[in-house]
């Protein structure tokens, strides 16, 4: 299948030519894939490749300046080590990014949805595993995608496994779309000559992590849905009703009790000031989200506060458990060694409190310490977690355990659900009601006293 043409972009590579020696240049080229085949046909095994722009240089000294300001780590875990931790796992988070575009990781401005691509995976998987040539299987499975940005990506993928570039580095050059755990078992399935085995593994534990991902997503739409329906009904109330009444009230000369005057004040401020309520709640979510990506202290204390709200706490810590067990069992099954694999999944939680704590486990683990050992100094792993994996250290049967956990857990988050669910409606109707009858009875306040009203 060609590729579309595309305008012709200028790459700046590091490479090493056949006899070992180290070669910088540029070169040019519509996308990272093929300007890392055009340096394979000059024989240069391309080892970075990124896109050459005016402002590279800046991004070359803001990269060497984190690189000086993130170097000095921690060597000992404490309570009060916690948040200089969070400073690692940012720094090691953006230096995953930093890496990923200077091999010039092709970015996608929206990248494709999650389901379209589990669905191109699971298909990828089948038609490999009933034999067909791995480029036969691209063009099978590309024909199927109506997604022209995915199957632009794809023909991109199949253009580089074609010229001689290997699965993980060809579907490495997009980490906006698939995952680092993706990408690394390509790499071992490659090596190993389990490909097929590890894609297996790979799909049903996507397909588990999606199922819980859209419980959890669902559980979280109910409330937001119903905050956004209250608003409206609120701004409904106080910008239309409220000054119905209010010009009845001036009328007859009515002296408001203050219950009364504090609702007219309230619709006063919506009627004049709706355009700097919006632009407050506009700013302040920009502001959060600026400060959530780039304060590791902050990001690191919403990360924990989450965790001790009612039910969602509840919701956020057993999902994530679910999701850092069952990853790390899968990672074992590839045979990815222990260190590694916490390494992995402290970037794949997406969570600094954990992040932090795996790299502290991870740290522990290479000095010598047991993986109980280690997740119990962190204390934040349940108690039956810590116990169950130290069974499977005991026993050698760590993988097992570990699945078994996060089988238990996703049954957890069902059943938390399950309350949350049940437990919003009717707390819903308390408050809104509340919150309503609170302002029709001021509003019909001074209606209760005639004598008042009129004089």
Do not use: C
């Amino acid at each position: 299948m060609a590729i579309r043409k595309q305008q012709n972009v200028t790459w700046s590579y590091e490479g090493r030519t056949k006899n070992g020696d180290l070669v910088t240049g540029t070169i040019e080229a519509p996308t990272a894939i093929i300007a890392r085949v055009k340096l394979r046909k000059r024989e240069i095994v391309p080892l970075i490749v990124r896109q050459k722009n005016s402002l590279s240089f800046l991004s070359d000294a803001l990269s060497q300046f984190r690189g000086k300001v993130g170097g000095t780590q921690e060597k000992r875990l404490s309570l009060f080590t916690k948040l200089a931790r969070s400073k690692e796992i940012h720094e090691l988070t953006r230096k995953e990014e930093t890496d990923a575009d200077r091999r010039t990781k092709k970015k996608v401005k929206r990248p494709v949805k999650t389901k379209e691509i589990t669905v191109f995976i699971k298909q990828f998987v089948v038609v490999i595993k009933s034999g067909v040539p791995l480029l036969k299987a691209f063009d099978i499975v590309i024909r199927g995608i109506e997604n022209r940005k995915f199957l632009d990506i794809l023909e991109d993928i199949k253009f580089g496994v074609e010229n001689g570039l290997s699965l993980s580095e060809s579907f490495g050059t997009y980490p906006k779309v698939f995952d680092p755990l993706f990408i690394n078992f390509l790499g071992i399935g490659e090596q190993g000559g389990i490909l097929e085995t590890l894609l297996l593994r790979y799909v049903e534990y996507r397909e588990k992590i999606d199922a819980i991902r859209r419980k959890v997503k669902s559980a979280m739409a109910y409330p937001l849905i119903v905050l956004v329906v209250s608003t409206l009904v609120l701004g409904i109330v106080l910008g239309f009703v409220v000054p119905q009444f209010q010009k009845i009230f001036a009328s007859v000369g009515a002296q408001l009790p203050t219950p009364t005057l504090l609702v007219i004040a309230a619709s006063n401020a919506v009627i004049h000031y709706w355009w700097l309520f919006i632009a407050a709640s506009v700013g302040v979510f920009f502001l959060f989200r600026f400060m959530f990506r780039n304060f590791p202290r902050f990001r690191f204390f919403i990360d924990s506060a989450i965790f001790r709200l009612p039910l969602f706490g509840e919701l956020a810590q057993k999902s994530l458990i679910s999701r850092w067990t069952r990853t790390l069992s899968l990672l074992f099954a590839a045979g990815v060694p222990l260190n590694e694999a916490l390494h992995s999944i402290a970037l794949l939680v997406n969570n600094y409190l954990y992040g932090a704590a795996t790299l502290n486990i991870q740290k522990d683990v290479e000095s010598g310490s047991s993986l109980y050992s280690a997740m119990l100094v962190t204390d934040i792993f349940p108690n039956m977690v810590n116990q169950m994996i130290a069974v499977g250290e005991e026993a050698g049967s760590l993988e097992y355990l570990l699945q078994s956990i996060a089988d238990y857990y996703d049954q957890e988050v069902e059943m938390v659900i399950e309350t949350l669910l049940s437990l919003i409606e009717p707390a819903t109707i308390v408050i809104l009601g509340s919150v309503l009858g609170s302002i029709i009875v001021a509003i019909y306040l001074p209606l209760f006293n005639l004598g008042n009203v009129v004089g």
